[in-house]
């Protein structure tokens, strides 16, 4: 029996759905959010999603401690990159959304990323005035303003990118640019409507990051 056929036929019997923990900011795409969470639900998903409340919370933990816990414990991660940073700032610290994104990263989460395109047109035109990279830009500052609220989130799309590899070793470093709510929800519906076949790409391709996440929230449980 191949691999991928068990997988699914375990997940039958378990009677349990694929989790996609969406990762973004809120503001100014309320619509769209809902407009994914609608898709993914209907592709027959469960959907983890702050927005709609749908992240699995512990009063024990922090806000930060349940959204990273949640994307420790996903299945899939989608993330958005938006021309707003985000809250959950600790000072100049990084945002609940930048972590989340390092975290699946780090873990090697089977990942879909979509990135706004004021995020990419700043990044380029940054590396063409002479601020390129994260150390490029680190000596500028924005005036409070409605287009890009915080030069991070160049770096949180750099990070996606995997900018700082060699072009061999960047390895799930696809990162989809959208124009529109429309742009975003095309490509969500592009990459998940095959619910059978997104199982097998990750029971084929990601047995070991998701051992690796098991043993992760092993070490948090027993600290």
Known sequence: M?????FREEK??????LTV????TVYGIEELLDRI???LTAFGYEVWMSHKGTVPVFSNR???ENCIAATENCDLFLGLITPHYGSGRDGDGLSITHQELKRAVALNKPRWLLVHDHVVFARLLLKHLGYEGKAGRGGLSLEKNWILNDLRVIDMYEEAILSEKPLRKRQGNWVQEFRSGDDAALFATAQFSRYQDVEAFVEE???DSASVSRTVQGRRGSS
């Open 205 to 207: 391709n990601f047995r």
């Open 37 to 39: 969470y609608t898709l």
């Open 2 to 6: 191949r691999k991928s056929q068990a």
């Open 21 to 24: 923990m969406v990762s973004s």
């Open 62 to 64: 922090s806000a930060f």
């Open 12 to 17: 039958m019997r378990d009677n349990k759905k």
